[in-house]
């Protein structure tokens, strides 16, 4: 069965950092592009960034205008596993992260929750900005 798994998440406070783990298990991450996406309550899911899969030859990452310069997502190959580093958080981005999955895309990975499958989401890892 394929299985996304996210981790990582905690309560920190404004301006902290936070390293968000997604593993997967029943296939090998590397080969798909891997987005990271939020659900803050009140509003619909958005996406966040992205990283294309190791065999792509277009744009390795995608990122939302509002955390260009503060997240980043990288893979450990080694690990299998993507992980999206976020560093002066708001309270605003209060939520749940999730990953999901998709091999679909042979250049630049998408940022958009319509574009990944269905059936590889993980089930999200809570994220609280408080202080």
């Known amino acids: 069965q394929l299985q996304l798994v996210e981790s990582g998440g905690a309560l920190v406070q404004p301006g902290g950092s936070l390293r968000l783990s997604c593993a997967a298990s029943?296939?090998?991450?590397?080969?798909?592009?891997v987005g990271w996406f939020r659900q803050v309550p009140g509003k619909e899911r958005e996406g966040v960034l992205c990283?294309?899969?190791?065999?792509?030859?277009?744009?390795?990452?995608n990122y939302k205008d509002s955390v260009k310069g503060r997240f980043s997502i990288f893979r450990d190959s080694a690990k299998d596993r993507v992980y999206l580093e976020m560093n002066n958080l708001k309270p605003e981005e209060t939520g749940v992260y999730y990953c999901?999955?998709?091999?679909?895309?042979?250049?630049?990975?998408?940022?958009?929750?319509?574009?990944?499958?269905?059936?590889?989401w993980g089930k999200g890892t809570l994220v609280t900005v408080s202080s």
């Open positions: 029943g296939f090998i991450l590397d080969s798909y592009a």
């Open positions: 999901a999955a998709d091999q679909s895309y042979r250049g630049a990975c998408p940022v958009d929750v319509d574009a990944y499958r269905k059936d590889l």
């Open positions: 990283i294309s899969s190791i065999n792509s030859s277009g744009d390795l990452t």
